[in-house]
């Protein structure tokens, strides 16, 4: 017989029945009195819900923050105290700065920042590297930089003050070639101008009152000023070789040694007589060959016509370290004089002179630092303004076409020169010195640090001060 369909009361009977059941099962009750079953059912997808996020949320903490691995991390650091370790074979080894560390390890590693409680389950080695190194290791510089060194009175110090200045930029207020000053150190004298400094004797009047700087005051500058010029020929009297005796290809009536004018077209042109000939000389050696020898005892300035001139025309005396004009005093009355030294590279043309100026920072528009070890007025440096961080530079002589010093110089901001003795060192601590090159005088002026070799950083101490020895 055909199947009735089934209707809708038999339908909700058997959910009904269906509801009873389950609500039996879970509740241990038929009567259907609580809805114990919709609570399960949203407990549970209520804990569902909790669980997915509490899921999600570990694995983003994962992804924001993974659990630090210490496998193939060669320079741990930590974030709380900012203590460094070198990991050498399976132990981490305490380095009082990255440049310890790049030297141990030998390659410019960057430090792997992790907590405190990292570091602290790893296992440990001695202490290495090299107590008193540079916190920063400079970056390469894209450019030169001038050097100043400067002598003068300091409000904060209330005294004399040598300090040593680097500038992006040569100084824009540089004494014309012209101008300079008379310094006396230590008894010896000197002409400081047109970017040198040029021994002269100050007791020799004749010498000082031909050159016009009998009248000038006599200044006192630093070794360390006066080592950044270059030192040029003594200015001192010209000695002509025979002098006195007869010409025979001078003028007629003329010895060796007497100084003569020709009134040509455009100018009075001045003459010595020397054994062979006749020698041109500018006028202020011309004044100085007649403050003595056979001119001084004539009244007048002998005259010789265009015409008459007919002796060979030699160079026979070397003039090549005298003025040819009289300098000029600079103005240098309270103020704080600096000579400045650049070069353009290790084999690029080198320039110097000097400047004045009211307060170091003026100079180089950088804070200055004022050293614990300075002496004002003694021979020590006193203050440093370098740029931020430190500069790497070659070290090289002051002279044009001078030599260059083996390895590196690593200035610190603060004054301090570690010296980077070979290559392998360099590489190590990732250096590039650019076009930065130093003059050796004034690194040597500079307070020494530690030497920054990598056979020093892998000696092992248990406590500063202490006994060295190999990684064991």
């Avoid at 010029?229 to 001078?250: F, S």
Wanted: charged content about 20%; some cysteine; aromatic content about 4%.
């Amino acid at each position: 017989m055909p199947l009735e369909p089934t209707s809708s009361e038999q339908v909700d009977g058997h959910k009904f029945i269906l509801s009873r059941a389950r609500t039996a099962l879970v509740g241990g009750d038929m009567t259907s009195r609580s809805d114990r079953l919709g609570v399960h059912v949203r407990a549970a997808v209520a804990g569902a819900v909790i669980c997915a996020v509490l899921l999600a949320g570990a694995a983003l903490l994962a992804f924001i923050r993974p659990a630090p691995n210490l496998d193939g991390k060669d320079v741990l650091q930590s974030k709380d105290t900012g203590a460094l370790f070198v990991r050498i074979d399976d132990r981490f080894h305490p380095v009082p700065d990255l440049a310890s560390a790049r030297l141990v390890l030998g390659s410019p590693v960057t430090p792997e920042r992790v907590p405190e409680e990292t570091i602290a389950e790893a296992p440990r080695g001695p202490a290495l590297g090299i107590p008193g190194g540079p916190a920063i290791i400079p970056g390469a510089s894209d450019r030169a930089l001038t050097w100043s060194a400067c002598d003068g009175e300091i409000p904060r110090t209330g005294g004399s003050v040598t300090a040593i200045v680097a500038a992006p930029e040569e100084p824009a207020d540089s004494w014309s070639p012209q101008e300079g000053i008379v310094v006396n150190r230590g008894g010896q004298g000197w002409l400081v101008a047109d970017g040198r400094r040029t021994r002269i004797d100050l007791g020799d009047s004749v010498l000082m009152d031909v050159f016009g700087l009998g009248s000038w005051p006599q200044h006192t500058l630093s070794d360390t000023v006066l080592e950044l010029l270059p030192e040029g020929p003594p200015l001192a009297r010209i000695e002509v070789p025979n002098t006195g005796a007869p010409a025979p290809h001078g003028p007629a009536g003329f010895v060796v040694g007497e100084v003569f004018t020709v009134e040509a077209a455009t100018e009075t042109e001045h003459y010595v007589v020397v054994a062979d000939g006749v020698q041109k000389i500018p006028a202020l050696v011309a004044d100085l060959l007649r403050a003595e020898g056979p001119s001084a005892r004539s009244p007048h300035n002998r005259v010789v016509a265009p015409a008459n001139l007919t002796a060979p025309k030699v160079v026979t005396l070397d003039l090549a370290g005298l003025p040819r004009a009289l300098p000029k005093r600079a103005d240098v009355d309270g103020a704080i004089v600096c000579s400045w030294w650049a070069a353009d590279g290790v084999d690029g043309p080198v320039r110097s002179g000097m400047y004045s100026a009211r307060q170091l920072a003026d100079i180089s528009g950088r804070p200055t630092t004022y050293l614990a070890g300075a002496d004002a007025g003694g021979t020590r440096i006193d203050a440093v303004s370098l740029p931020a961080g430190g500069v790497v530079a070659k070290p090289v002589s002051i002279a044009a076409g001078g030599t260059a010093s083996p390895g590196l110089a690593l200035i610190t901001d603060g004054g301090v020169r570690n010296s980077v003795p070979d290559t392998e060192s360099a590489e190590a601590l990732g250096l590039d010195p650019g076009p930065v090159v130093v003059p050796s005088p004034l690194v040597q002026r500079l307070v020494a640090g530690p030497e920054l070799r990598r056979e020093n950083a892998l000696l092992a101490v248990d406590a500063r001060g202490g006994v060295a020895g190999p990684i064991r």
